[in-house]
């Protein structure tokens, strides 16, 4: 059984580009969330998917960012004209179908997002 | 509102010898409580999860942690560190399939 699998692992954009980065769930998961780490930090949330549906955006910035998790296909967390502030690493994370307990989240490897 | 605070950024010991990183918490209600770690460049392996059942939780490769409601802490321990757990050490707090909230990491050295 595969894990979360994250495409690219490596991303390196100049500034004013687009990064596009991809998150397969766990099969069997309808959950995904993404994370960012900043360098030296925890990891903080941005969003929390289910298939077709934004569920909390809380954690996106207001701007520039956008995510989605589509009937088929990957999760896309998009960066629109990304500035050097977005250099970080941005984990996904996908959970199975809630039951009324704790879900663990297994994260997946990271894309390692760097701007030029 | 619910946060963690992990209360060293850094701790080293030798190898064989006792580790201990501490983890306090602040949660409005009753809190699932998670310990993560990263090694260099990969992706967050969970090591051990507590959520209302027994206060004392073991985990993976020796660790454990001990819920105490009354000290609101959650710190890991693991009675002999070996040197493949030099690692970054998160502690975090979640409920559900909601989001999880992270402190900001212990980085664990372990020196022979």
């Known amino acids: 059984n595969a894990g979360v699998m994250q495409n690219p692992r490596h991303l390196v954009r100049r500034r004013g580009q687009e990064a596009r980065l991809r998150c397969s769930p766990m099969k069997g998961h309808s959950h995904v969330y993404w994370y960012r780490q900043l360098p030296e930090e925890g990891l903080k949330f941005m969003v929390y998917l289910q298939k077709e549906n934004i569920i909390d955006e809380s954690g996106m910035p207001k701007e520039r960012f956008s995510a989605e998790f589509p009937k088929e296909g990957p999760s896309i967390l998009r960066i629109q004209q990304v500035v050097r502030g977005d250099s970080a690493a941005y984990f996904c994370a996908s959970s199975g179908i809630s039951g009324g307990s704790y879900n663990e989240q297994f994260f997946g490897p990271g894309t390692r997002l760097t701007v030029l | 509102a619910q946060s963690v605070t992990q209360l060293d950024s850094h701790v080293s010991v030798s190898e064989g010898t006792p580790v201990l990183l501490r983890c306090n918490y602040s949660?409005?209600?009753?809190?699932?409580l998670f310990w993560y770690v990263q090694h260099p460049n990969k992706g967050l392996q969970l090591l051990l999860k507590?959520?209302?059942?027994?206060?004392l939780v073991k985990g993976i490769n020796g660790f454990e942690a001990e819920f105490k409601k009354s000290e609101t802490s959650f710190h890991l321990t693991k009675p002999s560190a070996h040197m493949s757990d030099a690692a970054e050490y998160f502690c975090v707090v979640g409920r559900d399939t909601d989001k999880l909230i992270f402190g900001t990491g212990t980085r664990l050295q372990v020196f022979p």
């Open positions: 949660s409005s209600y009753s809190p699932s």
């Open positions: 507590y959520t209302s059942a027994a206060t």
